[in-house]
């Protein structure tokens, strides 16, 4: 099989792949590019493997004038930028040993040694600068199919790093075919083996959730993933049954998706902590919440939150409940995020001033919102 691709044949590309070429190695694009192209999916990192060893990769790419990063080198790993363009370029790698978290690995001149460590079978296709595809572990067909599926054991892959059993399901949720659902022998390595979560920090497990999240539809692998206990070891207290209303609300109101908005219908305790969300993620939630408590109108939400955080809570909001969305809300929302408290400081002033010019124009406020953002500045006043 071969693939035309418009990343493969620039100069940018052309410029690696013949340096290594006309050195006498060998050198494929691998993974990622070469899985979402065949799924017409957007390709954003380009990744190289090649038989040449670190230092010769280096030598290789300064003789040709592009310039080396040596972002992975004790591990086999150099950037080489091209026309602007980073390419991430691997030596041939087999695992040696490994802890669940890290690898210890040793260089190889075979494809097969670096197919076999990676994780996915649709993770394990190569093309050479040509664009004829390199399949050496029969991972075409699963691709083709949609179907997330370790390499060889199951068991295996997952022990050389616990992480993978969320990049199983946040991979089924992005390449993933619903219909058929999770691969039975991934989902049942995942149930024997999430202990293994708790060795993971939580900045590894907080990046595949974000991922994860913002798929265009993470209810099924993330119900999957409470089945199996994952969830629980990742996000205590999460309940994943109302993302799945969530989503169809999204869709229906045509809104993109949101992974903070996603992670507010999930709930579980501490997401800041467990998940090591920054400040502003954590504030995000927390206005969130604390709109669902609440209950204000959708134009108070706009004024007072913003228009992200009101629509997060109206659709998280209608979703827990089961019901639709007010046809109403998102304009109502605008409108609130476009309203103006039409009073100032200076309008009460003289009469007021201090604590007690703050206390009145909080009193005005409140009695603006109560009318619902309309009152009009002589009615406040009067």
């Not at 800041?272 to 954590?282: A, I």
Request: net charge neutral; proline share 5%.
């Amino acid at each position: 099989m071969q693939i035309s691709a418009e990343w493969l044949h620039t100069p940018a590309s052309n410029a690696v792949m013949n340096a290594l070429f006309q050195a006498g190695k060998k050198a494929y694009f691998v993974g990622g590019c070469v899985r979402n192209h065949l799924l017409d999916a957007p390709v954003a990192d380009l990744d190289v493997s090649t038989d040449a060893l670190p230092h010769e990769t280096v030598k290789i790419m300064q003789n040709a004038g592009l310039k080396t990063v040596p972002t992975g080198i004790d591990h086999g790993t150099i950037t080489v930028v091209s026309d602007g363009t980073p390419y991430e370029i691997t030596t041939f790698r087999r695992d040696i040993k490994t802890d669940g978290r890290r690898a210890v690995v040793a260089f190889s001149t075979d494809i097969i040694d670096d197919a076999r460590r990676r994780d996915f079978t649709m993770n394990a296709l190569y093309t050479d600068k040509e664009g004829v595809i390199a399949d050496p572990l029969n991972g075409l067909p699963d691709l083709l199919a949609r179907r997330v599926r370790f390499i060889e054991s199951a068991e295996q892959r997952i022990a050389e790093d616990y992480l993978r059993i969320l990049r199983f399901f946040r991979f089924h949720a992005w390449y993933g075919d619903p219909a058929a659902g999770l691969d039975t022998d991934g989902l049942a390595a995942c149930a024997t083996s999430v202990s293994g979560i708790e060795t993971l920090s939580k900045e590894r497990i907080g990046a595949e959730m974000r991922k994860l999240l913002a798929a265009p539809d993470p209810a099924p692998a993330l119900s999957a993933m409470g089945q199996t206990g994952a969830l629980m070891r990742v996000l205590p207290g999460a309940n994943p049954e109302t993302l799945a209303p969530l989503i169809h609300l999204e869709l229906a109101a045509g809104i993109a998706p949101c992974w903070q908005r996603r992670l507010a219908a999930l709930g579980g305790e501490n997401p800041m902590q467990n998940l090591r969300l920054s400040k502003t993620d954590t504030r995000h939630l927390d206005a969130v919440q604390r709109l669902i408590t609440k209950g204000c109108s959708p134009a108070e939400a706009g004024y007072r939150y913003g228009k992200q955080v009101a629509i997060d809570a109206a659709l998280v909001l209608a979703a827990s409940l089961s019901t639709p969305v007010p046809v109403s809300t998102f304009a109502e929302i605008e409108r609130g995020v476009a309203a103006v408290f039409p009073i100032k400081a200076k309008d009460l002033q003289p009469r007021y001033s201090g604590q007690a010019l703050g206390n009145a124009l909080k009193k005005l406020e409140s009695r603006w919102i109560a009318s619902g953002l309309r009152a009009q500045r002589y009615q406040l006043l009067d």
